[in-house]
């Protein structure tokens, strides 16, 4: 069963950073878009951000982390980080990597629903506060 891995959560003041990684050790991340969803208590998750496949370099960020989070990928890791700054306490949530598998999609189109993730992490905590 393919599966991810999710780490790099943790308590962070406002304005501080952290970086999470999403790794793979059963399959290539490579040949998969990646989408970053995260989810707050009582609310539904969300896409945060998304990449293409490393055959192409489309990527997409919800209006509330763009500027502050980038995407990016490490293929000899087979790891892709999600670096979050200038962190909010509405950035708080668990955060979830997932490999996109239903064929063709624009990354905005991706990041809109979860649909079209089969291959999930189980999270990891972020949290912001002072």
């Known amino acids: 069963q393919e599966q991810l891995v999710e780490s790099g959560g943790g308590l962070v003041q406002p304005g501080g950073s952290l970086r999470l990684s999403c790794a793979a050790s059963?399959?290539?991340?490579?040949?998969?878009?990646i989408g970053w969803f995260r989810q707050a208590p009582g609310k539904e998750r969300e896409g945060v951000s998304c990449?293409?496949?490393?055959?192409?370099?489309?990527?997409y960020y919800a209006d509330s982390v763009k500027g502050r989070f980038t995407i990016s990928r490490d293929n000899a890791k087979n790891t892709v980080y999600l670096q979050m700054n200038s962190l909010k306490p509405e950035d708080t949530a668990v955060y979830y990597c997932?490999?996109?598998?239903?064929?063709?999609?624009?990354?905005?189109?991706?990041?809109?629903?979860?649909?079209?993730?089969?291959?999930w992490g189980q999270g990891t905590q972020v949290t912001v506060s002072s």
């Open positions: 997932a490999a996109y598998t239903w064929g063709v999609a624009t990354v905005q189109a991706m990041c809109a629903s979860v649909d079209g993730f089969d291959y």
């Open positions: 059963e399959f290539p991340l490579d040949y998969y878009a």
């Open positions: 990449t293409s496949s490393s055959f192409g370099s489309s990527t």
